[in-house]
């Protein structure tokens, strides 16, 4: 089988050192293996990716010595496939309409009678404010703005799946780890699927993104550890093979801080504009041979 991954960023701002040593890692990993590397363009919030910052990556990227073995993928580009694949999951009865913002939320998991209030990959797990108690849902998904939440209960309940992960920068040593159905309703929580506003999700898309582009091989940051429960139930639950996740560690600043794209005095482009090489790129994120 070909080794395939990918680098994924949002047009949303400048790539940062962070970004560099993904995007690095994922194409020395691809090439060394006599792979593919692809890029894809994560832009389906069409109100923050501008055309500007999708400029900035290509221009990263070739300087950087990075290049994609085919066309890029952008998300906008693909929204049917989003929509088919949700409306899969509302005729199983797998949805939810949701209208609860993140002020409810916080407002139900603080009020007298809730305890024990745990977070997951997207913050506090959603209490079920607006979950329903009929399982049937007919026809098509509302149009009016609402968010549409997994029902993990139903959708995990007694099952159990296994995904395998590669820590980078510390043993290196490949271990499959199990994701208990349990785990996921007491500690994910009926996520987001398709976010108020614009289709789709983050957790929605990149499975459905991976698939399609064939990734065999996930490079991203250990801080998506935790999300990646989440992708194995959605690979699951459309009949998709799950990809090796390799997870490297951060890059931060001199506080220990993850890099964000509010950092721009670590953004490529000005390591670059200041005269700085690829290879000091690579040794500032610690990719030198």
């Not at 690095?24 to 692809?38: E, P, Y």
């Not at 149009?143 to 992960?165: H, I, M, P, Q």
């Not at 639950?237 to 005095?265: E, Q």
């Amino acid at each position: 089988m070909t080794f395939v991954t990918r680098f994924a960023p949002s047009p949303t701002g400048l790539l940062h050192l962070g970004h560099a040593y993904s995007a690095l890692l994922a194409h020395d990993m691809a090439r060394h293996r006599n792979g593919k590397f692809l890029l894809r363009l994560e832009d389906i919030d069409q109100q923050r990716c501008h055309q500007k910052w999708e400029e900035c990556i290509f221009e990263d990227l070739t300087w950087l010595g990075i290049k994609w073995d085919e066309p890029v993928r952008r998300q906008s580009r693909n929204l049917k496939s989003y929509q088919d694949a949700l409306q899969d999951l509302w005729k199983r009865s797998l949805l939810y309409p949701c209208r609860c913002s993140r002020r409810d939320i916080l407002s139900a998991l603080s009020a007298p009678h809730t305890s024990n209030a745990s977070f997951g990959p997207d913050g506090p797990v959603y209490p079920g404010t607006c979950r329903p108690n009929d399982d049937n849902q007919l026809g098509l998904i509302p149009d009016d703005n609402v968010a549409l939440r997994l029902n993990v209960a139903k959708s995990a309940t007694g099952k159990e799946f296994n995904f395998v992960e590669c820590r980078h920068n510390t043993d290196g040593v490949k271990r499959e780890i199990p994701v208990l159905g349990g785990d996921l309703i007491a500690n994910v929580g009926d996520f987001v699927v398709s976010r108020r506003g614009y289709l789709g999700s983050y957790h929605l898309c990149v499975v459905l993104d991976d698939a399609a582009q064939r990734i065999t091989d996930v490079i991203r940051g250990q801080d998506l550890f935790s999300a990646t429960k989440i992708h194995v139930l959605l690979q699951y639950l459309f009949d998709l093979p799950t990809p090796v996740y390799h997870h490297h560690t951060l890059i931060t600043d001199k506080d220990g801080k993850r890099l964000a794209k509010r950092d721009d005095a670590r953004a490529i482009s000005l390591y670059r504009e200041a005269g700085a090489s690829p290879d000091d790129i690579r040794e500032l994120v610690g990719l030198t041979d």
